[in-house]
T-cell receptor, first 113, second 111 residues
Framework: NAGVTQTPKFQVLKTGQSMTLQCAQDMNHEYMSWYRQDPGMGLRLIHYSVGAGITDQGEVPNGYNVSRSTTEDFPLRLLSAAPSQTSVYFC????????????FGPGTRLTVL | EDKVVQSPLSLVVHEGDTVTLNCSYEVTNFRSLLWYKQEKKAPTFLFMLTSSGIEKKSGRLSSILDKKELFSILNITATQTGDSAVYLCAAALQGAQKLVFGQGTRLTINP
């Protein structure tokens, strides 16, 4: 199993550009989520999904969209990037059998100029 | 508002010392408390605690939860340089499968 994979590892955008951060897992986990990590602020939940076709907002959803068309994939879209979105983004998945123990991907470091 | 607070935010000790990291939480519908270790990349899971007073142990690391006083501690004995990392705690909420993270404690072990 590859576990949770994220692409790209690094990305630089200009203000106003759009992009999609990819996340995939091959463990058949129902629950997936996106976090951003900023210095001194731990991880903050952006959006999450409890299964294909179902998504919900987390703590900091503004400026981000998600969709979940398959169990495996959970992309995060930035529609119009802003410097405040400069951060490290982590995708995570959780098996329903191990409630709340989340497995994290390697992260995407995003810089918005 | 759900909140998790860790202390200290930063800690520097010498190899061989014992450290205690603190995590207090104030959340609605608490389910469990999780500890993660984060080195250069993604957080890796250490412990999940759901019951008060029952210590979980893995090698030199141990953790305990107090659901009455709403806190947890993570102990590391005989620290090694490889223990240097950011340690994150998170409160898991009932029914929502959401985690609320603390700010993290940056632990540095000097040889």
């Amino acid at each position: 199993n590859a576990g949770v994979t994220q692409t790209p590892k690094f990305q630089v955008l200009k203000t106003g550009q759009s992009m999609t951060l990819q996340c995939a897992q091959d463990m058949n986990h129902e629950y997936m989520s996106w976090y951003r990590q900023d210095p001194g602020m731990g991880l903050r939940l952006i959006h999450y999904s409890v299964g294909a076709g179902i998504t919900d907002q987390g703590e900091v959803p503004n400026g981000y969209n998600v969709s979940r068309s398959t169990t495996e994939d959970f992309p995060l879209r930035l529609l119009s990037a802003a410097p405040s979105q400069t951060s490290v983004y982590f995708c995570a998945s959780t098996p329903t059998s191990s409630y709340n123990e989340q497995f994290f991907g390697p992260g995407t470091r995003l810089t918005v100029l | 508002e759900d909140k998790v607070v860790q202390s200290p935010l930063s800690l520097v000790v010498h190899e061989g010392d014992t450290v205690t990291l603190n995590c207090s939480y104030e959340v609605t519908n608490f389910r469990s408390l999780l500890w993660y270790k984060q080195e250069k990349k993604a957080p890796t899971f250490l412990f999940m605690l759901t019951s008060s007073g029952i210590e979980k142990k893995s090698g030199r690391l141990s953790s305990i939860l107090d659901k009455k006083e709403l806190f947890s501690i993570l102990n590391i004995t005989a620290t090694q340089t490889g223990d240097s990392a950011v340690y994150l705690c998170a409160a898991a909420l009932q029914g929502a499968q959401k985690l609320v993270f603390g700010q993290g404690t940056r632990l540095t072990i000097n040889p």
